[in-house]
């Protein structure tokens, strides 16, 4: 007797795709290569202006919303108003790839009056997520086949260097997408934590140990996005590493 075919995949598309830090970068990337594949893009941005020229051939499919990291819920740059006006304007969100993000040279033995360098990338690059991510709970979860992909680092995965502020925000990361997929994965909900070493964008500007051409691309990292959307629950990856430079 043979086995009984496998359920088709019931993977949404075109997806109700939340993308923050989508002004440039990675981000941006993103955001062109969703919707250059059919899906709908709520782009979060802290300047609108910056992404005059995003989708101008693809206006039904793209909401531009202001998104300050940093905002808390009830603020009308916090997650909370991008959310309502996500579901007002398509009726649910299927994914949030989270992108926005700082990075900080301060280092363990910091200077006086640092902290609050330390306190604001913590801010940004964990709690924003955290507080997005809370807010479209629901939504993800009524998708059935809810994603989060997030933007971590392989400075989540290992200290390398002095980089105190950043890897530690970058590691408890890590530790927000475990309790993700933890919390989401009876909904459905699926979680990627994306690892890149060195990506060729702004961040990595003043880098000079790597050339900029030998850098992972903002583009091929999108077309990763692009791929990890497409899979069905019991095939998305949980961790996603990304190396331009053996690491033994
Ligand atoms: N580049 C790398 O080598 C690398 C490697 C591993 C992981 N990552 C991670 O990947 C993510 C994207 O990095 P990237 O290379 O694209 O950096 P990027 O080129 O510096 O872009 C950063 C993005 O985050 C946004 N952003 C920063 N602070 C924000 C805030 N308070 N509220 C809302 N948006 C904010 C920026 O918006 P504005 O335009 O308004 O400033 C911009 O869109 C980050 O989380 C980063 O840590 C990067």
Redesign the pocket.
Known sequence: MTAAPPQPANVPSPRTVLV?????????AIAERLLADGHRVSA????PA?VAALGAEEPDRLLIQP????AGDDDPRGPRAWVEATAERWGGVDAVV??????SRVGLLHADGEEEEIARVLD??LM?PWRLSRAAWPLLAASGEGRVLT?????GKRMKGRLAAYGVS?FALLALCQAMRNEGWDDGIRVTAI??????????AAVTAIPRQA?TQ?QDLAASVSHLLSLPAAAVPFEFSVNCQLEA
């Open positions: 923050s830090g989508a002004s440039r970068g990675i981000g941006r979060g941005v802290r300047d910056s998104y300050e990291a940093g989270h992108c926005a993000g700082v990075f940004v690059n924003g933007l971590v680092s392989m400075s970058k690892c890149p070493s060195w990506v060729n964008t702004d961040m990595a850098m903002p």
